[in-house]
């Protein structure tokens, strides 16, 4: 089946600072690649995702990045704010199968 | 409002005892899944249906069961032969055949076995 790596498991930042989530996957045939962030407590709630023919999407402060040939993607956020704090989760695989997670802290 | 339904938000059971958690969803979504969400560990699937009296073992289905009599329902039950329930679980749902959608989750239930 599908193995999804996520980096770091925790990433802090100033407010204003970009970060960078990364995942590698392993089945090739994965086409869609989502990323979702979650609340204390609450639901996974998707935030931007990616499909295989495209190499790069963006939305507001939000893009992630996608290298077919090296099976990686990644998050970028720009400008963080402190709302941006979070876990962070990727996702791959026609049978979704997920990261574990990156806790985002943003200090103002 | 369309959306999935999870019931209850908080469950508690001694341990040796089954307990089964409601996934209910209005979307018109023919696959539905569950996950296990333990600190640490991300998402862990435990069954899927892509079609009602059908469904498949994910990666942690060991000591549950599930059943997908219509097309809205996904209950998952927990039995005794799952060493370490206690958990957050979260149901989710796409649309029919449809491998390049998002998933669509529930709130959640938090089971606490002791």
């Known amino acids: 089946g599908e193995n999804v790596e996520q980096h770091p498991s925790t990433l802090s930042v100033q407010e204003g600072d970009s970060a960078v989530i990364k995942c590698t996957y392993s089945d090739s045939a994965s086409n869609y690649f989502p990323w979702y962030k979650q609340e204390l407590g609450k639901r996974p709630q998707l935030i931007i995702d990616?499909?295989?023919?495209?190499g790069e999407k963006k939305d507001q402060r939000i893009a992630v990045t996608l290298n077919k040939t090296a099976k990686h993607f990644s998050l970028h956020i720009t400008e963080t704010q402190p709302e941006d704090s979070a876990v962070y989760f990727c996702?791959?695989?026609?049978?979704?199968?997920f990261g574990r997670g990156t806790s985002l802290i943003v200090h103002p | 409002d369309g959306g999935i339904t999870q019931s209850p938000k908080y469950l508690f059971r001694k341990e040796g005892q089954n307990v089964t958690l409601s996934c209910e969803q209005n979307l018109n979504h023919d696959a539905m899944y569950w996950y296990r969400q333990d600190p640490g560990q991300g998402l862990r699937l435990i069954y899927y249906s892509q079609i009602v009296n059908d469904f498949q073992k994910g990666d942690i289905a060991e000591g549950y069961s599930v059943s997908r009599e219509k097309k809205e329902s996904f209950p998952l039950t927990v039995t005794s032969a799952q060493k370490n329930p206690t958990a957050f679980y979260l149901c989710a749902s796409t649309p029919a055949g449809s491998y390049n959608s998002p998933l669509h989750f529930g709130n959640g239930t938090r089971l606490t076995v002791t």
């Open positions: 990616i499909r295989s023919n495209v």
């Open positions: 996702a791959a695989s026609r049978i979704p199968t």
